[in-house]
């Protein structure tokens, strides 16, 4: 195998991201608080590691480089979000009520066709997309059925719906 020809297998998977932040007691209450991530363990006073489900941690949050700082410039390489996959629609449904009920604002959303998604971003100002993927059967194709992925805006209201019924 030539390292042009090599791919990386179809099972590999984003397994966690780690967050610079200022405050860990101010990440907590966003991701763990707001959000619902379980707190899994603390490593000392620096850095916390949460998760859903039980798993070691999907995100860890650490201050070792950033405590106290202000947040990285917008305009600068880094990180653009963390994207957190809820399983069904009615589940971002239920997260996008609980940052209607706490007033977080949103920054956007979006209908992109294989999914739909909230933009918000942390305390740290690092961006954050919650969103959900439509059966991969309902993804919208072009003629040559290769995905054909877009940007529209999204019905929150419609969303909302999801938690009515």
Known sequence: MTPDSYTIPDQTRIGHVHLKVADIDRALA??????????????????????AG??????????????NMPPAPIRSAGLFHTAILYPTRRDLAVALKRLIDAKYPLTGASDHGVSEALYLNDPDQNGVELYWDRPKEEW???????????????DLEGLLREIKN
């Open 30 to 51: 966003f991701y763990r608080d707001l959000l619902g991530f379980s707190l899994v363990t603390m490593y000392g006073k620096d850095a916390a590691f949460i998760s």
């Open 54 to 67: 039980g798993y070691h941690h999907h995100i860890g949050l650490n201050t070792w480089y950033s405590k």
């Open 140 to 154: 919208p194709l072009t003629p040559d059925g290769s995905i054909e992925m877009y940007t529209r805006s999204l």
